[in-house]
Each structure stands twice: as C-alpha cells, then as structure tokens.
C-alpha cells in the first residue's frame, strides 16, 4: 500500500526514505519540494534523481485535497469547497468536504483553514455547527489546504501570506493533527510562516490553551469571546457551561505570552444581543491585566435568527475598548457573497450531503 506523505515531518520523511535503503538527505529534498516547493507530483521534484522519483511513485503517494468547487467573491475572496478522504486503500480516513477562504489584500493573503469537518462545540451563531463533527482532519488535510490555496493563486501572490485556523472545527479538540501542521507551516524549512503571521482561533477549551502555552513552536492565539457575561455566554456558546469566563480567563492570564505577543478576542457583534455599551464596559473589566487586543465582527446576516448591530453601535463598543487601552479593530468579513464570512463555512452552495442546509 502507497504510503501517505502530506503531513509527514521532516523526521518522517526521513525515516521513510531510510525505510526504502536510501540517504537520509533524500528525506530532507522531499520535504523541500513539498512544503516550500509545493509539489504533489513525484515527476516534479526534480531536486531528485530520476530513478528515486520513479520508486516513490511506486512507494508512496501525495494527496493534497481535492477543489470540488471554487466560489469567487466580488470582493476578490475564493471560498474553496474541498473533498478529502476516501482514496483507495485509505479506508480508515472517512470522506469529507470541508472548506478554506483565500482572502487577498495589498502586499498579502490570507488563508483560513478548516481544523474538522464540522465541528462539535455548537456556537449558535455559527452555521457550522449545525453540521456537528464529522470527523477529525489529518497533518496533511490541515496543511494541504494552505498548499492548494497557494498553489492555485500562484500568479497573484504577495509578499506576506497568513493562515487563520478559524475555519470549520475547534483546532484545539483536535490537537496533534492540528500542532502537527502547524509546526510544517512555521517550518522556516517548510512552509516557512512567521509564527505571528499564524493565527490559532479557539471557542476556549481551557486544557488545550495550556497545553498551547507549553509548546517551544506555536501560533498566536486568538479567543472566540462573543460575550460580555457567563449567562450570555452561555446561551450563545454552551462550552462556557465547561470553562466559564473566570477559568478561561485565568487561562489566559498563566499563559506565557512572548514580548510583543498579545492574545486576540474576536467579539461577533449580535445586534440587541451583546452590543450594549454596558457588554463593552464589561468586556473592559474581563480582559483587565491581560495583554490583549479585540477584533469586534459585526454579525452577517445569514440564515440564523440573528441580526447586524447598527454602525453606531459598533463604533460606540470600539471607542469604549480603546478608551480603556485595549486595542480594538473592526473586521468586516470578507466574502460574504459567497457565504465564506466567519460563521458561514457551513458547505453552502456545496453538492453534498450538506445541501439541505441552503
Ligand atoms: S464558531 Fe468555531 S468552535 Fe464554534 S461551532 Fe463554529 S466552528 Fe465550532
């Protein structure tokens, strides 16, 4: 059976190719030509000897995930419907669409990336929730989604690239596969992204925030907060029944910020919900000694009973934050036509099972 590559680190590959009789070098070359070269196609690693490239092929195999379908926004966004799963001899890795969002802007893109399919942690005001979990995604269908992303907008690509982790999943309920693309995409071998260009969103799943915080290579962490209080909180995110604010909290206050680091709060602006001038006042109080900045996301208007705050209101929760001292920016969302805003990764428009939730 071909042995999967995508995903491997660069002691694997090694190991790999020492499996096959040959140099370890050789393992560092297939690293180079797949994370910084992004080639799927033994043929094309021309770094190596012929007759290597011919035994791989026989060997191993490289499946980057599958673009079923690609819905360009008017703003320049592409929402990327991905398949992955399901190759001959693969039975364990189930079949699964899942979705990434190329996001290019002057002198950068951005690339949210999906962690599961589906997701568990069921925020009401997210569209993907209602898919539940399908299943955990692997190293290579993490990473792989930044590849085909690059890959595909070869032509067009800045200087600077980020990766969001906030696309569908909870990054941090799947733990290894997640760390384990991540450290390829920071890889100054591999992918060869800045650590402050990488950002890891979670809804709060304390343990995994701890365990982040031990880790000598690690994202910039972003916090889903969306509330000012535990009984909104709790309506609107029911894990913060299992890590309410105090411990969340206090999570990030223990975690060993680097200098310069800061924690981001992503606050999803509900009109009537959690837009009150006293919900920033309180958010103020919640983030009192903690090096953090606030991103607020004013609600896009979808499918769930919902509703946008109104301009003033937005502006009103921003000069509050920055008047207390908390750098605070607003994030409209980018490809919004095309149902890839924060919140909407939820297969719409995908000829999937999924299709039911249009
Ligand atoms: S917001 Fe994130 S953690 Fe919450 S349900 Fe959606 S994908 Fe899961």
Same mark, same amino acid.
């Given at each position: 059976?071909?042995?999967?590559?995508?995903?491997?680190?660069?002691?694997?590959?090694?190991?790999?190719?020492?499996?096959?009789?040959?140099?370890?070098?050789?393992?560092?070359?297939?690293?180079?030509?797949?994370?910084?070269?992004?080639?799927?196609?033994?043929?094309?690693?021309?770094?190596?000897?012929?007759?290597?490239?011919?035994?791989?092929?026989?060997?191993?195999?490289?499946?980057?995930?599958?673009?079923?379908?690609?819905?360009?926004?008017?703003?320049?966004?592409?929402?990327?419907?991905?398949?992955?799963?399901?190759?001959?001899?693969?039975?364990?890795?189930?079949?699964?669409?899942?979705?990434?969002?190329?996001?290019?802007?002057?002198?950068?893109?951005?690339?949210?990336?999906?962690?599961?399919?589906?997701?568990?942690?069921?925020?009401?005001?997210?569209?993907?929730?209602?898919?539940?979990?399908?299943?955990?995604? *692997?190293? %290579?269908?993490?990473? /792989?989604?930044?590849?085909?992303?690059? $890959?595909?907008? &070869?032509?067009? +690509? !800045?200087?600077?690239?980020?990766?969001?982790?906030?696309?569908?999943?909870?990054?941090?309920?799947?733990?290894?596969?997640?760390?384990?693309?991540?450290?390829?995409?920071?890889?100054?071998?591999?992918?060869?992204?800045?650590?402050?260009?990488?950002?890891?969103? *979670?809804? %709060?799943?304390?343990? /995994?925030?701890?365990?982040?915080?031990? $880790?000598?290579? &690690?994202?910039? +962490? !972003?916090?889903?907060?969306?509330?000012?209080?535990?009984?909104?909180?709790?309506?609107?995110?029911?894990?913060?029944?299992?890590?309410?604010?105090?411990?969340?909290?206090?999570?990030?206050?223990?975690?060993?910020?680097?200098?310069?680091?800061?924690?981001?709060?992503?606050?999803?602006?509900?009109? /009537?919900?959690?837009?009150?001038?006293?919900?920033?006042? &309180?958010?103020?109080?919640?983030?009192?000694?903690?090096?953090?900045?606030?991103?607020?996301?004013?609600?896009?208007?979808?499918?769930?009973?919902?509703?946008?705050?109104?301009?003033?209101?937005?502006?009103?929760?921003?000069?509050?934050?920055?008047?207390?001292?908390?750098?605070?920016?607003?994030?409209?969302?980018?490809?919004?036509?095309?149902?890839?805003?924060?919140?909407?990764?939820?297969?719409?428009?995908?000829?999937?099972?999924?299709?039911?939730?249009?």
């Amino acid at each position: 059976m071909p042995v999967e590559l995508l995903g491997k680190s660069a002691e694997e590959l090694r190991e790999f190719v020492a499996s096959l009789g040959e140099r370890p070098f050789r393992g560092a070359q297939l690293y180079h030509a797949l994370y910084a070269e992004r080639r799927f196609d033994f043929a094309a690693m021309t770094n190596m000897p012929a007759a290597l490239r011919e035994r791989l092929a026989r060997e191993a195999r490289i499946t980057p995930p599958r673009i079923v379908r690609r819905f360009p926004s008017v703003d320049g966004s592409i929402r990327y419907l991905f398949s992955i799963g399901g190759a001959i001899g693969d039975e364990g890795a189930k079949p699964a669409h899942i979705e990434a969002v190329f996001m290019p802007r002057e002198g950068r893109q951005t690339i949210c990336i999906s962690t599961q399919a589906g997701c568990a942690v069921d925020c009401h005001f997210c569209l993907t929730a209602q898919l539940g979990l399908i299943r955990n995604l *692997t190293p %290579g269908e993490i990473v /792989g989604q930044v590849l085909v992303a690059l $890959e595909e907008n &070869r032509e067009q +690509l !800045a200087p600077q690239t980020n990766v969001v982790l906030m696309g569908q999943g909870e990054p941090l309920l799947n733990y290894d596969a997640t760390m384990a693309a991540v450290r390829i995409l920071l890889d100054p071998k591999g992918v060869a992204l800045a650590p402050r260009h990488v950002t890891l969103s *979670t809804s %709060g799943i304390v343990p /995994g925030i701890e365990r982040l915080g031990k $880790e000598k290579v &690690r994202p910039s +962490l !972003a916090i889903s907060l969306n509330a000012s209080s535990d009984e909104q909180r709790d309506a609107l995110m029911p894990i913060n029944r299992k890590y309410p604010l105090d411990v969340l909290l206090d999570a990030c206050r223990r975690y060993p910020l680097r200098p310069r680091e800061y924690f981001t709060f992503e606050y999803v602006l509900l009109g /009537g919900v959690n837009d009150t001038p006293e919900d920033a006042r &309180r958010v103020v109080r919640l983030v009192a000694h903690i090096r953090a900045k606030a991103n607020l996301i004013p609600w896009n208007p979808g499918n769930l009973p919902f509703r946008a705050p109104t301009a003033e209101s937005v502006e009103e929760f921003q000069r509050i934050l920055v008047g207390k001292g908390v750098p605070t920016f607003v994030r409209y969302s980018r490809g919004q036509d095309v149902f890839a805003a924060c919140g909407q990764l939820a297969l719409m428009g995908s000829p999937s099972p999924f299709v039911a939730l249009q």
